[in-house]
């Protein structure tokens, strides 16, 4: 994003000043220990009921987390985020971890406490972490 900004003032447009920035914005991490990335799920044996089981996934992704700082939040695209809900329903059902919270009269899920949101600029197309 460029931004142009000039100062007014009653002098020929000659002697004006111009001032140009450049705004790049983005997010840093202030801890890298406290994230947790799940990669490497393979989306059409996911789609096909066949795939990993994102629940168990999930609490190992809780326990690798430290304690204290943080307010823990997964974050997933609508493809996945469907999948969880499928199997979340046999497991909101059998009394596990998953279960719908109402927040501002909005259903929220959430598992163990923590949030999950659906962030449809995750790709599922990446290509394989090694």
């Known amino acids: 994003m ?3 900004a000039s100062r007014r003032s009653t002098s020929p447009p000659a002697s004006r000043a111009a001032v ?3 705004w790049n914005a983005g997010i840093q991490l202030a801890d890298w220990r406290y994230v947790v990335r ?5 989306i059409s044996n996911l789609t096909a ?5 994102l629940i168990d996934l999930m609490e190992t992704a809780l326990e690798i987390l430290p304690n204290g700082l943080g307010r823990p939040v997964f974050y997933m695209n ?3 985020a469907r999948v969880l809900r499928r199997q979340e329903r046999g497991d ?3 009394g596990g971890g998953l279960t719908f919270e109402n927040v501002e009269g909005k259903r929220v899920m959430d598992f163990a406490g923590v949030p999950v949101r659906r962030v ?5 197309t ?3 972490v090694v």
């Open 2 to 4: 460029t931004i142009t």
């Open 20 to 22: 140009c920035v450049v």
């Open 38 to 42: 799940i990669a490497n799920i393979d």
């Open 49 to 53: 009921g066949t795939g990993a089981d």
């Open 78 to 80: 609508r493809l996945v």
């Open 92 to 94: 909101v059902t059998t």
């Open 120 to 124: 449809d600029a995750l790709l599922t």
């Open 126 to 128: 990446e290509a394989r």
